[in-house]
């Protein structure tokens, strides 16, 4: 019996001791066990990634460094207007899908670079004006996010829109001059078509409280004020040899406003302030918890379209810099982003089925419109796209209903303007998708809380 006790009392003391050594191995390595930039911030509930050339994805140094060190990647030009549009209406997604699959090879997630810019348009496009050029360009973003939907985790919808110098408005460009709307259809046409990312904005010149990014904000506003589908922010970063002192004030009034913060394209210029600057930017993101990951624009100083300036966290051999201590060390120090899932933001995860047909023959007059619908549902959300398709004589304008179930309500609509939220909610074309030639097809959508159960559109036409 003593002898019994004697050998439960060792064994407790035993166990106790493992169980205490458990938990300090596991006390350390939530504080800071990460060794890797991709390790840290994955333990923050952050990402930590570069932008790829992929041309350089066959070089072994540069390999090496991108897959131990990164868990994001977005391509330095390879999913642009001109890349992937090269004459209007033929798509080429090489570059694109290598790059996915190397992400998806090796355990990163993707940002998408970018859907409209008034940089590195296709010659076609640079030529274009007007309605022709809005279309091209909304059909740009929907065939390109249709392309890639379910595999990147954040769009750039649309990059540097804003002008330079005081005066915080809009960038002259030919997108620009199709009309103000040019930005927000571009998001609804994204959000249609990809429902799981995030839709981001992303500026330059925007590293602090200044007229460039006060522009953006008040947009950023308005947008959500809206409805507008815009999920996250990013700043570039592309910074010299100094950081405004309210480098982290300005993303976190931008979190405050319902979005996500992103820095998107960090580098700095070598000088004796670089690692510490970098330093600085990590830890502005961590303090703020919507800034949700840091990518570097490049992976080595000489990967860097910066050339001389040295601007990254790897040298040319692949050596890491004070630069890259900087960022593990503000990493590992960072508090992590709270874990509650946000109950009013759900985006979906899985992408919706690809057009099912209708399942009932849509009502509608013979000669007026048609409109079936796709839903994708989560539990307490859905998306629905819906496809209005004109009938013999086409349509000047279009008029959908649809009745949700008890309990439902719309939160955000895109290419189309709706009446109510609750209850039977009608939704009218807009401007650039009302005339539809006879059998023509135009999609919006919209996106509920509740249950999306039962929704059976009906079109009428004028
Ligand atoms: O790094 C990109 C470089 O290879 C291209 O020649 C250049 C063309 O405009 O674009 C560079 O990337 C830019 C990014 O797409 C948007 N923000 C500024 C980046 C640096 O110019």
Avoid at 125 to 137: H, K, V, Y
Avoid at 170 to 183: K, V
Wanted: net charge neutral.
């Amino acid at each position: 019996m003593n002898h019994r006790r004697a050998l439960r009392a060792a064994v407790t003391v035993a166990v106790t001791g493992v169980l205490a050594a458990g938990m300090t191995m596991a006390l350390t390595s939530t504080a800071s066990a990460g060794t890797t930039l991709r390790a840290s911030a994955a333990e923050k509930g952050r990402y930590f990634g570069a932008a790829v050339a992929t041309g350089k994805l066959s070089t072994s140094t540069y390999v090496t460094i991108l897959n131990r060190e990164f868990n994001s990647v977005v391509a330095e030009n390879e999913m642009k207007w001109d890349a992937t549009e090269p004459q209007q209406g033929q798509f080429r997604y090489t570059g694109g899908d290598r790059l996915v699959s190397h992400a998806q090879a090796n355990g990163m997630s993707v940002r998408g670079h970018a859907l409209l810019w008034h940089q590195q348009q296709p010659g076609w496009a640079q030529g274009m004006s007007g309605s022709a050029l809005r279309n091209a360009a909304i059909n740009h973003v929907t065939q390109v996010a249709t392309h890639f939907r379910g595999k990147i985790h954040s769009w750039d919808v649309v990059n540097e829109a804003f002008a330079d110098g005081g005066g915080g408005g809009r960038r002259d460009s030919n997108l620009q001059r199709t009309g103000n709307d040019w930005i927000e259809a571009a998001f609804r046409a994204a959000r249609a078509a990809d429902p799981g990312a995030k839709l981001c904005y992303n500026d330059y010149n925007t590293d602090g409280i200044n007229a460039k990014s006060t522009g953006i904000y008040n947009m950023v506003r308005d947008f959500k004020s809206r409805g507008v589908p815009i999920d996250c922010v990013g700043f570039q970063s592309h910074l010299g040899t100094s950081l405004a002192g309210d480098y982290q004030a300005n993303l976190q009034r931008f979190a405050d406003l319902g979005v996500d913060v992103q820095i998107t394209e960090l580098d700095v210029m070598t000088g004796g302030n670089q690692a510490t600057i970098f330093g600085a930017v990590t830890r502005a993101c961590m303090n703020v918890s919507r800034c949700t990951g840091i990518t570097v624009w490049g992976v080595r100083d000489c990967d860097s379209w910066r050339g001389s300036d040295n601007a990254l966290l790897f040298d040319c051999n692949g050596n890491k810099k004070a630069a890259y201590t900087n960022v593990l060390n503000a990493l590992n120090a960072g508090p992590a982003i709270p874990t509650t899932p946000p109950p009013t933001d759900p985006p979906p995860t899985t992408p919706p089925p690809t057009d099912p047909p209708p399942t009932t023959p849509p009502p509608g007059t013979p000669d007026g419109c048609s409109a079936s619908v796709s839903l994708n549902s989560w539990n307490g959300g859905f998306v629905a796209t819906v496809k209005v398709t004109a009938g013999s004589a086409g349509t000047n304008g279009w008029n959908v209903g649809v009745t949700l179930a008890s309990g439902a309500s719309v939160t955000n609509t895109w290419s189309a303007t709706a009446s109510g939220s609750t209850g039977t909610v009608r939704f009218a074309n807009v401007d650039y998708n009302g005339r539809l030639g006879a059998g023509q097809v135009t999609e919006f959508g919209f996106q509920g809380t509740g249950s999306g159960a039962g929704i059976t559109p009906t079109c009428t036409a004028s």
